[in-house]
């Protein structure tokens, strides 16, 4: 049986498709626009001591990508994760809660939520597997989308399903304070392979924190005669099982409310969840 073609719902929800010719045949480049306030802006009153309200700058995000792909070539397409992600990223950033900090992705796809890192953090890696030309498109990605990116900036390898590190990238682990993630659940086995590397990660030299946006995929089941979303169960479920597991590290796990706010031009529907996994050394 042929492997099913899959194409993200965002154009259900909004038409960012662009009429500029790619640099590879076959794909599609998109913008995104988003809203950018200043970092550290304050309140001002004006002379009749009304509040003075500085508007955020209006900003896109250009991506090249795929517009459809079989299921092990969906990082070629940018999902409704990403934005969330983005936003919260936005959220942090504006607080000063980046500055200082490392950031790696896992599973980074066209790169979108690790250009939003790098306008505030010190460093980003931008990770994924090196499969479907990846690597080329985040650094192709990268060029239409310099002017934000005021980190320093790496794209490294990494495979869910190999966690025998290199030392450059052991050694970009070690370093990174804050792991970020989004849409990497969409498959029992990759999500096995997800939580036994984060796993690693969090316990490789902490403190570490992990952010993770999920969206609950649901499909109707004969066997639960309901409609379920079995990858997210089975993500918490390996979750529950590895949180106990540490030996050099304990773990803090919650579910954070979606009420910051929203930067990306999307639709934050409620099947998007965000979730924050602190790892401490013992």
């Known amino acids: 049986m042929p492997e099913l ?16 010719t790619p640099s590879n045949e076959g794909n599609v480049i998109s913008e995104f626009p988003f809203l950018l306030p200043k970092s550290g802006s304050s309140a001002r009153f004006d002379e009749d001591d009304d509040l003075d309200v500085e508007r955020p700058q209006k900003e896109v995000i250009r991506i090249e990508h795929s517009a459809k792909t079989k299921i092990a070539l969906v990082g070629l397409q940018v999902w409704r994760g990403a934005f969330l992600l983005g ?9 000063g809660e980046l500055a200082t900090q ?6 980074a796809g066209t790169g979108l ?5 790098a306008l505030y953090a010190k460093k980003v890696v931008c990770t994924d597997i090196d499969l479907g030309g990846i690597f080329e498109l985040i650094k192709l990605n990268a060029k239409y989308n310099k002017k934000f990116i005021k980190s320093q900036f790496k794209v490294l390898p990494l495979d869910f399903t190999d966690t025998a590190w290199g030392r450059p990238l052991l050694d970009e682990i070690k370093q990174a304070n804050i792991i970020i993630a989004a849409d990497v659940i969409y498959d029992d086995d990759v999500t096995a392979a997800f939580v036994s590397t984060i ?13 993770i946006v999920l969206e609950k995929r649901y499909v109707f089941t004969i066997e639960h005669l309901d409609s379920v979303a079995p990858c997210y169960e089975t993500f918490l479920t390996l979750l529950d099982k590895v949180k106990t597991e540490n030996q050099h590290s304990t773990w803090e796990i919650e579910q954070l409310p979606l009420d ?9 529907v409620k099947d998007l969840v965000l979730w924050k996994i602190t790892s ?3």
């Open 280 to 282: 401490k050394p013992i």
């Open 102 to 107: 490392n950031v790696l992705e896992l599973g």
């Open 87 to 95: 936003d919260w990223l936005i959220h942090l950033g504006l607080k």
């Open 199 to 211: 796993q690693k990660i969090l316990n490789t030299q902490p403190p570490k924190t992990l952010y």
């Open 5 to 20: 073609t899959v194409t993200s719902e965002i154009y259900d929800e909004y038409d960012y498709r662009t009429k500029i």
């Open 113 to 117: 939520t690790s250009f939003v890192a």
């Open 260 to 268: 910051f706010p929203k930067y990306f031009t999307y639709d934050r």
